[in-house]
């Protein structure tokens, strides 16, 4: 049973609007969150994190919410750009328990010129 | 500046054929990690070392061993290749566990036949 969930596998944007890719897990010890961005033939590289003391945190044109109650965290670009179509992963850890991160599945996010 | 590096990129295998991944890390990182990636399941966990000499079984551990014999590298075996075990392997480094990105390499696209 997947305890991190993309429910969308592929998501389109146009240029300049708004991406959001969406993250659910079900375990209440994870803490502490990733999202990493993917291009073909590249490895993952490290986006944006998000502790489980706040709700919120942004970096240039990318911002992560977290809501904790909903087991619920999105990751918002604003404005999309045709640079920025590659995998999304959302990844979880218990951090504070010595834990190990755990991915999803990916959102593949094209951004249309 | 290096960081992650892995050999080799590409490989193809016959079935019951062994072979070695090698994965180098420049960082002085003390945590090393072994992936692999399938269609829709996202980034799962082979092995991980927590530190020269130790290792430790992840999520997907059989038909694989590691060795860390020296901190800035870590090596996974495949005993005996199966099919099953033909996917995108992913070798990565963090400074701290389930609380830090890591950093990944490019990855090496295995074939079993």
């Known amino acids: 049973d997947q305890q991190v969930k993309q429910n969308s596998p592929s998501l389109s944007v146009q240029e300049g609007r708004i991406s959001i890719l969406n993250c659910d897990y079900t375990n209440s010890m994870f803490d502490y969150f990733l999202w990493y961005k993917k291009y073909p033939a590249e490895g993952p590289t490290f986006l944006i994190s998000?502790?489980?003391?706040?709700d919120k945190n942004e970096d240039g044109r990318f911002t992560v919410f977290l809501n904790k109650s909903a087991k619920h965290l999105s990751l918002h670009i604003v404005p999309s750009q045709p640079g920025d179509s590659a995998v999304y992963f959302c990844a979880a850890s218990a951090g504070n328990y010595g834990q190990n991160f755990v991915f999803g599945p990916g959102t593949r996010l094209s951004v249309l010129p | 500046n290096a960081g992650v590096t892995q050999t080799p990129k590409f490989r193809v295998l016959k079935t019951g054929q062994s072979m070695t991944l090698l994965c180098a890390q420049d960082?002085?990182?003390?945590?090393m990690y072994w992936y692999r990636q399938d269609p829709g399941m996202g980034l799962r966990l082979i092995h991980y070392s927590v530190g020269e000499g130790t290792t430790a079984k992840g999520e997907v551990p059989d038909g694989y061993n590691v060795s860390r014999l020296k901190k800035q590298n870590f090596l996974l075996g495949l005993e005996s290749a199966a099919p099953s075990q033909t996917s995108v392997y992913f070798c990565?480094?963090?400074?701290?566990?389930?609380?830090?990105?890591?950093?990944f390499g490019q990855g090496t696209r295995l074939t079993v036949v």
């Open positions: 990565a480094s963090s400074y701290g566990r389930g609380d830090t990105e890591a950093f």
């Open positions: 960082m002085n990182h003390e945590y």
């Open positions: 998000i502790s489980s003391i706040k």
